[in-house]
């Protein structure tokens, strides 16, 4: 039975990954890349030409396509869908950040609602809240080549496997064909970037890794810190950057390059020295989490602190390097 399981999980996988990467392929020959959105070089990006911002309309369908609507029923599957529609339009004409966050919040209650069992005001207003910051994490995270996608690969493959393990199919299934589609789009975005992500790529994934987090935490799949900790090493850069910039009282809702892991492209480790140190952190924190799930009272917990610890340790070099590059 796990085995027929595990090859199901497999099948969603590989063809999400060949119709994302099929659909990038065909909007590239076609030409069709440069008219949806082109990604132009500013003093906030780290690229220097115009790159095509087409990989979520690869991503996003063919992960629908492939299973991802079967982990949370329909509304999750049409929440990704509006929410990339938003993002395209976000990418094409640009919308305020106001609009952004009340669309954002509209999909996270409609969803959150649908998922948890008749939930009070304040449980239903913090779980949305925490949907709507995980829907923007990908978001400001997809800056350097490799990032967002392997995220995407090791975060939703970490919850298949859970899930997997944990008997609940439409779940896993989900999880599964977003891991796999965002393998299809690294074909494209790593080592060279020939497509971004964009918004209506970024916004998506991060939504199905808030709602779907939610998802098996309302059926008893995992408990609440499994989402966090498995995508540790985006919550821990973009929550600490946020708070930075918050503190020193910047426009935090601006575009800006000083997430860790865009100082440590600044500093001359490059785009892939540090999408590598990122997967590191990525695949030490999805096995900590799939690992300390199945572990109880203190093995749990410096599983878990250990994983946090690493996440904090990259940290700490990214900023080195920084200060250092910044001394000259």
């Known amino acids: ?109 409609a969803c959150v609602g ?21 829907t923007n994490l990908f978001n400001f995270m997809d800056g350097s080549n490799g990032m967002a996608g392997g995220m995407a690969v090791s975060g939703f493959g970490a919850y298949a496997l859970a899930a997997a393990l944990a008997g609940e199919g439409g779940l896993a299934a989900a999880a599964a064909a ?15 970037a020939r497509v971004f992500l964009g918004d209506a790529g970024s916004i998506p994934c991060g939504f199905m890794a808030g709602a779907l987090g939610v998802a098996g935490w ?27 910039r918050i503190w020193r009282r910047e426009r935090f809702w601006e575009a800006h390059r000083d997430h860790y892991y865009q100082r440590l492209v600044q500093s001359g480790a490059g785009h892939v020295r540090t999408a590598f140190a990122w997967y590191a952190a990525m695949a030490l924190c999805a096995g900590g989490a799939l690992l300390a799930l199945h572990e109880n009272g203190m093995p749990r917990q410096v599983t878990i602190a250990g994983c946090f610890a690493a996440v904090f340790a990259l940290g700490l070099w990214a900023d080195r390097r920084w200060r250092a590059w910044k001394r000259g």
Do not use: K, Q, Y
Not at 218 to 239: H, I, K, M, N, Q
């Open 1 to 109: 039975m796990m085995l027929t399981g595990l090859a199901e999980l497999a099948l969603h996988f590989a063809a999400a990954a060949v119709l994302c990467a099929g659909v990038i392929a065909w909007l590239l020959r076609s030409g069709w890349a440069e008219r949806i959105a082109l990604d132009e070089p500013n003093h906030r990006s780290l690229h220097a030409h115009p790159v095509p911002r087409i990989g979520g309309w690869g991503l996003v369908p063919a992960a629908l396509l492939c299973g991802a609507w079967a982990g949370g029923g329909a509304w999750l599957g049409a929440g990704a869908l509006a929410l990339a529609a938003v993002s395209w339009l976000d990418d094409r004409r640009g919308l305020s950040s106001f609009l952004r966050l009340a669309l954002h919040g509209l999909v996270a209650v």
């Open 114 to 134: 649908s998922v948890l069992a008749w939930p009070s005001f304040l449980v239903l207003a913090g779980v949305a809240l925490a949907v709507v910051w995980g």
């Open 218 to 244: 309302a059926r008893g799949v995992w408990p609440e810190w499994f989402p966090v900790l498995v995508f540790a090493p985006f919550v821990a850069d973009a929550s600490v950057t946020l708070g930075r």
């Open 178 to 192: 977003f891991a796999g589609a965002g393998t299809g789009f690294l074909r494209f975005n790593f080592p060279r």
